[in-house]
């Protein structure tokens, strides 16, 4: 965590699922900041960008000189989560390169023009943000807006499940380490503009091949930054294997 104890993942994470299993009814008021980032024990910081994210979902709105306000649980129908245990990076990107190609595919074929507004409107944002910790919460926004264009809720609940590792400490370290040597913002930007624009061209191949293609990237970068720092993971050996690549996408 940053010095005042930033971490937008956990705070959203957290947030999530306080409302879950609060009993706060439709339109009822929540705390404030101070008192949400002293539950969570986060920053202040955190709690406003988490409360942004889920805002921008519909989850809750915020009401200036009001306060904030819960939606009701029938937002939260589309977040549910499933538990998983801790795991290292390498087993995360064998899940993300099977899953999320598909949900790529899948978005090209069901997104709504409000769908594929929102993914390019956050893939711009990103592209403007220099705080690690805010491009980490947008970045899981972005790729959560794909998983909730494809339209299959299990799916989406698989999708949520491998996000909640983002608000891992050693996670974060090194995907920050790997973005600070490789300096991949621009790159990332381009990505995830060409995804964006394969889901709303109605190209599933592409918008699969698209996602591919930029998870694998971010593989071999965290993959680079490991072995510098002398932690490469058990299975690497098997990201050199065709098959490892083999996503299922459509065929033609």
Same mark, same amino acid.
């Given at each position: 965590?940053d010095?005042?104890?930033?971490?937008?993942?956990?705070?959203?994470?957290?947030?999530?699922?306080?409302?879950?299993?609060?009993k706060?009814p439709?339109?009822?008021?929540?705390?404030?900041?101070?008192?949400?980032?002293?539950?969570?024990?986060?920053?202040? &910081?955190?709690? %406003?960008?988490?409360?942004?994210?889920?805002?921008?979902?519909?989850?809750?709105?915020?009401?200036?000189? !009001?306060g904030? #306000?819960?939606?009701g649980?029938?937002?939260?129908?589309e977040?549910?989560?499933?538990?998983?245990?801790?795991?290292?990076?390498?087993?995360?990107?064998?899940?993300?390169? @099977?899953?999320?190609?598909?949900?790529?595919?899948?978005?090209?074929? @069901?997104?709504?023009?409000?769908?594929?507004? &929102?993914?390019?409107?956050?893939?711009?944002?990103?592209?403007?943000?220099?705080? #690690?910790?805010?491009?980490e919460?947008?970045?899981?926004?972005?790729?959560?807006?794909?998983?909730?264009?494809a339209?299959? %809720?299990?799916?989406?609940?698989? #999708?949520?499940a491998?996000?909640?590792?983002?608000?891992d400490? !050693?996670?974060?370290?090194v @995907?920050?380490?790997a973005?600070?040597?490789?300096?991949?913002?621009?790159?990332?930007?381009?990505?995830?503009?060409?995804?964006?624009?394969?889901?709303?061209? %109605?190209?599933?191949?592409?918008a699969?091949?698209?996602?591919?293609?930029?998870?694998?990237?971010?593989?071999?970068?965290?993959? &680079?930054?490991?072995?510098?720092?002398?932690?490469?993971?058990?299975?690497?050996?098997?990201?050199?294997?065709?098959?490892?690549?083999?996503?299922?996408? #459509?065929? %033609?």
């Open positions: 965590m010095e005042d104890g930033s971490n937008s993942d956990v705070a959203l994470e957290r947030l999530r699922h306080y409302l879950q299993n609060s706060v439709a339109d009822g008021k929540l705390p404030t900041e101070r008192q949400f980032a002293e539950l969570f024990g986060v920053g202040r &910081r955190a709690v %406003r960008r988490a409360l942004e994210a889920l805002e921008a979902e519909g989850v809750l709105s915020r009401r200036q000189g !009001a904030t #306000f819960f939606g649980q029938g937002a939260l129908l977040t549910g989560l499933v538990d998983v245990s801790r795991t290292d990076f390498i087993e995360i990107m064998e899940v993300r390169l @099977r899953l999320e190609p598909q949900l790529a595919q899948l978005a090209a074929l @069901r997104a709504k023009p409000e769908h594929v507004a &929102r993914m390019r409107a956050l893939a711009v944002k990103i592209g403007q943000l220099t705080d #690690f910790d805010e491009r919460l947008w970045d899981g926004q972005l790729h959560r807006s794909i998983a909730l264009a339209g299959n %809720r299990l799916f989406l609940s698989l #999708f949520d491998v996000n909640r590792i983002r608000q400490e !050693a996670w974060r370290a @995907r920050e380490r973005r600070n040597t490789n300096r991949s913002g621009d790159v990332t930007t381009e990505q995830h503009l060409h995804i964006v624009d394969c889901i709303a061209r %109605r190209d599933p191949v592409s699969g091949e698209a996602m591919s293609s930029h998870l694998l990237i971010l593989q071999e970068s965290l993959m &680079r930054q490991t072995s510098l720092d002398g932690a490469v993971g058990p299975v690497e050996k098997d990201s050199e294997d065709p098959g490892f690549l083999n996503n299922g996408a #459509f065929k %033609r």
